[in-house]
């Protein structure tokens, strides 16, 4: 199935679970580029150090991968989980790692709050990542957008961006966490189950739910018991 197919596909499901696929691959994408773009920014002004600059941009860049891994987890195939845990890992060890540049015993609590911020939250967003339940995704991208607003705290950026800019700089990021989380939350009162985007490479089908043996229903249960399985 060619790609202007697949989304077509999605658009016939009329499923907020798949619209909230795409809001939530694009959250990741846009926190990556305006990361980058941020960097670049603060390197025309001439003030770009490569440390902790550095770390401040392979954190940016590794963390919204766990987002990408947790909508399109057949992308990465038996190394997901892998991914997944080197992503969230990453990310608030990179940050402790700017950390050392800061020498203000202000600034030093507050990159400490920080760092146990990103703890936390990947802590829950690392529970949820084998979840495919509905809520379980609300919950994740509660969790992310609380990432993202941890993220431009780079203690790099103390002194360089202001509060707006760095406001500027997450908020494309976080109105399409809202939209991921919107499709999801909508999904439950309207009924739609979760489905995989073909777009994004899914099957376009709602996963199916094993029973273990003998915990589905007894065969005098199916119709009266005329059924025989």
Not at 60 to 75: C, D, G, S, W
Request: glycine share 8%.
């Amino acid at each position: 199935m060619g790609s202007k197919a697949a989304f077509n596909s999605d658009l016939k499901h009329r499923n907020t679970t798949i619209f909230a696929q795409w809001f939530g691959v694009l959250a990741a994408v846009s926190f990556a580029v305006t990361s980058i773009v941020g960097v670049i920014g603060v390197a025309a002004r001439g003030k770009f150090a490569w440390y902790p600059w550095t770390f401040t941009l392979l954190g940016a860049l590794f963390f919204p991968v766990a987002t990408i891994a947790f909508e399109v987890p057949h992308a990465f195939a038996s190394f997901r989980s892998w991914v997944f845990n080197a992503s969230l890992t990453s990310w608030p060890l990179l940050y402790l790692a700017t950390a050392f540049g800061v020498y203000k015993p202000g600034e030093i609590v507050q990159s400490t709050v920080h760092i146990l911020g990103c703890v936390a939250v990947a802590s829950v967003m690392g529970l949820l990542r084998n979840v495919n339940s509905t809520k379980a995704r609300i919950c994740f991208y509660v969790a992310f957008s609380f990432a993202v607003d941890f993220s431009t705290e780079y203690p790099a950026a103390y002194g360089v961006a202001s509060a707006r800019e760095l406001w500027f700089c997450r908020a494309p990021t976080l109105a399409l966490s809202a939209l991921a989380l919107l499709g999801y939350a909508i999904s439950l009162p309207l009924g739609h189950p979760f489905v995989f985007s073909r777009a994004l490479g899914g099957s376009g089908v709602e996963p199916m739910t094993l029973l273990p043996l003998g915990a589905g229903p007894a065969r005098s249960n199916i119709a009266g018991g005329r059924i025989m399985i």
